[in-house]
């Protein structure tokens, strides 16, 4: 169960293979001043062929977070179902000399402040393992994750987080796995339609339904002998047994004349024992 899609950029051709994908993900911005190319022809092949699309901006973290996400919505005209995200990583010349706290701040203002002005929209992160591990220190992803482990298995990831898309491979494109079962369950998804799981509910007629199903088991009668005759209601037993053996308790407890000191020790040690014995008649049942 699941499908696969693919990420582009500008070195992917403008209208890539799509034959086997049901989604992709296309580069649009970096930084406050670079646009990849071909995002618009790359976008449109992928919306001509049917595929659930998303775009991403890949981040300049020393910069204003706010200036990067307006200039990237800027570029697209957003329809209902496109997916957002913020291609959170930083080991170019770029984001290389960027304090990892300030990585992460980044992180952070960026997703709540896109989330914000387009709540209509999936807004998710795209990062690897290592700086899911050892950057992140909040957990914060916004809608989802999209996490990056190249050479493991499609929808392994090797992470205990939950996450919506797996780039299982980075050659010779990048590849990536999605466990929802079809390109249908991943545009609902994408389009905030999918079915939200219904608590379930108990009418009035259910609870009777239940007691009655309850007080009505019958179970065999044990005889002495260790035969079995007849039947009685499991419930009629349940509480008389409650009601015998509180009362036998009560009693064991007062006869051997202890204080609510020495009880409890006796419960702490485990020495206080109550022998309970019912003897019932065919008329009692």
């Not at 051709?13 to 990849?36: L, M, R």
């Not at 990585?103 to 700086?131: F, I, S, T």
């Not at 990056?148 to 929808?155: C, D, E, L, P, S």
């Not at 409650?242 to 202890?258: H, K, Y």
Request: contains cysteine.
């Amino acid at each position: 169960m699941g499908i696969y899609g693919q990420d582009w950029a500008s070195y992917q051709a403008s209208e890539p293979d799509v034959q086997g994908i049901d989604f992709a993900f296309v580069k649009i911005t970096e930084g406050a001043g670079y646009t990849n190319p071909k995002w618009v022809r790359q976008r449109d092949h992928a919306k001509r062929n049917g595929l659930v699309w998303g775009g991403y901006h890949y981040p300049h973290m020393a910069a204003d977070p706010k200036v990067e996400a307006d200039y990237f919505l800027a570029q697209v005209a957003w329809q209902p179902g496109d997916i957002i995200v913020l291609d959170w990583e930083g080991y170019d010349d770029a984001n290389q000399g960027v304090p990892k706290a300030r990585q992460l701040a980044y992180k952070e203002a960026w997703l709540r402040y896109v989330k914000a002005k387009m709540p209509g929209h999936r807004v998710g992160m795209y990062c690897n393992a290592d700086y899911w591990k050892n950057v992140d220190t909040t957990g914060y992803c916004g809608d989802f994750l999209w996490i990056a482990t190249a050479g493991r298995k499609a929808g392994d990831p090797g992470i205990q987080a939950d996450w919506m898309f797996h780039q299982y491979s980075d050659s010779p494109v990048d590849r990536d796995y999605c466990p929802l079962p079809s390109r249908e369950a991943l545009r609902a998804w994408a389009s905030l339609t999918s079915p939200t799981p219904q608590e379930d509910t108990v009418s009035p007629e259910d609870i009777k339904a239940i007691a009655a199903a309850v007080w009505n088991y019958e179970l065999p009668n044990l005889n002495a002998d260790g035969s079995r005759t007849g039947t009685t209601k499991a419930a009629y037993w349940w509480l008389v047994w409650q009601d015998v053996f509180q009362n036998q308790t009560i009693n064991a407890i007062r006869e051997a004349a202890l204080t609510p000191d020495q009880i409890k020790q006796a419960l702490i040690d485990g020495t206080l024992k109550v022998e309970v014995s019912v003897v019932a008649s065919a008329a009692g049942a």
